[in-house]
């Protein structure tokens, strides 16, 4: 928990999300450059850098966490007390947002809802555009066979599909994540079948 902020009361730290603004108009190493600068502004801003994800920023003052901000391409996402709300002002002046929410928004795939009480986080939207694969009756009940070059392409999507859907909202499925996994280069129909039926359950 942040420092002097009450998980349950009005003052809990709120994320928000910031775009930056003509973010899309850069090539490749132009935003290579902008997200470097962003780094090093947040280091000379006092923040440090996680070991474990380069894109995650921590503020702490005498071992209390104030405030964390995560850089994803060019939206920001960060939560703090009044303390580290003065710091993004200051970053705001060198990278301006073109936009920023901070009640309920989209990002990467999941919906962000927040309240007094809590955050809570919805991946429904991006589970309900997955697109699962169709296979004829006759090549289902040859579940022994190799895959197709072109089945196998959609084993691997599916799989990766799987991953993300893992990672984001159903860590009960991640046994068969990594059991489809160790098939990639070997599947069979009855693996394409399986891989169909987790990701629709």
Known sequence: MMNGMDQTGSDIAKL???KLKQFNTYEEEDWKRQLDGVKDE???LGCRQSKLDPALFILTVKGSVQGIF???VDEFLHAGNEEFEKLM???RKRFIPGKIEKED???IGFMIKQNNEGIQLDHSIYMEKLDHQHIEPRRAIQKLKQLTQEEQKDYRRMVGQLNWEVQGSR????FELVDLSTKLKSAL???LLRAIKTLES
């Open 16 to 18: 928000e999300l910031e």
């Open 42 to 44: 947040l280091l000379n």
């Open 70 to 72: 995560c850089c994803h």
């Open 89 to 91: 002002e200051k970053l």
């Open 105 to 107: 928004f989209r990002y």
């Open 171 to 174: 860590p009960d499925l991640a």
């Open 189 to 191: 129909v009855c693996d």
